[in-house]
């Protein structure tokens, strides 16, 4: 069974500040890991994943996420928050059998951006 | 490129009726997945297609069904609606570990 925390419903930053979105995930098989991002009204957008390949994955607008294994975690960062970065952050994760067929969700976090 | 196309985007349905959403995939993308988003209990997974083959399922009651056609495209049906339904249904297709979302039918079960 797989299983994702995110640590901190809501985070605030301010503008041009560190992002840092916390995730842990369980899993029994070699996970996949995603990070998506929602904003009002709208489907999710993948901001990257994880497929164990390389463990610092980089994806769009600036955002990257690095897995470790060890400490059982796939925390996203962005160095300088942009006000349009405001939206629900979702971690997910699969096993290598679903892909990315079949998705377990944490419950989001929700990044508020501070003029 | 069409993306993932959901229909319609706001749907409202009384207490014991039923309904039908529909989702078009990508051109190309043979597996289609289904998912309900709401306040309480986030995003979960409903079911997935590939083929029209039900591949997996995900922890919801008989009346939550799908179904997969020949060109890739996917309806879910809800029978006896109940208010606990009201959520934002994501459909999300995917091939060679690319998946995208549609941008969702927003149920409202009044």
């Known amino acids: 069974a797989q299983s994702v925390t995110q640590l901190g419903s809501h985070v605030s930053v301010s503008e041009g500040a560190l992002v840092l979105l916390r995730c842990n995930y369980s899993s029994s098989v070699p996970p996949y890991l995603f990070w998506y991002v929602q904003y009002p009204n709208q489907g999710l957008q993948l901001l990257l994943k994880?497929?164990?390949?390389?463990?610092l994955v980089k994806g769009i607008n600036g955002f990257e996420a690095e897995f470790k294994k060890s400490e059982t975690s796939f925390h996203l960062t962005k160095p300088s928050a942009h006000m349009s970065d405001a939206a629900e952050y979702f971690c997910?994760?699969?096993?290598?059998?679903?892909?990315?067929?079949?998705?377990?969700f944490g419950q989001g976090t929700r990044l508020t951006i501070n003029p | 490129k069409a993306g993932v196309t959901q229909t319609p985007r706001y749907l409202i349905k009384t207490r014991g009726q039923q309904v039908t959403l529909s989702c078009s995939p990508i051109?190309?993308?043979?597996?289609v997945s289904w998912y309900q988003q709401t306040p309480g209990q986030g995003l979960q997974f409903l079911f997935e297609y590939f083929s029209e083959t039900q591949r997996n399922k995900g922890n919801f009651p008989g009346r939550f069904s799908g179904r997969q056609f020949s060109n890739s495209r996917s309806e879910m049906n809800v029978s006896t609606l109940e208010l606990g339904d009201s959520a934002l249904y994501l459909c999300a297709s995917s091939a060679d570990r690319k998946v995208a979302f549609g941008s969702g039918t927003r149920l409202t079960v009044v």
């Open positions: 997910a994760v699969s096993g290598p059998l679903e892909g990315a067929q079949k998705l377990v």
């Open positions: 051109s190309g993308h043979r597996s």
């Open positions: 994880y497929t164990s390949a390389a463990t």
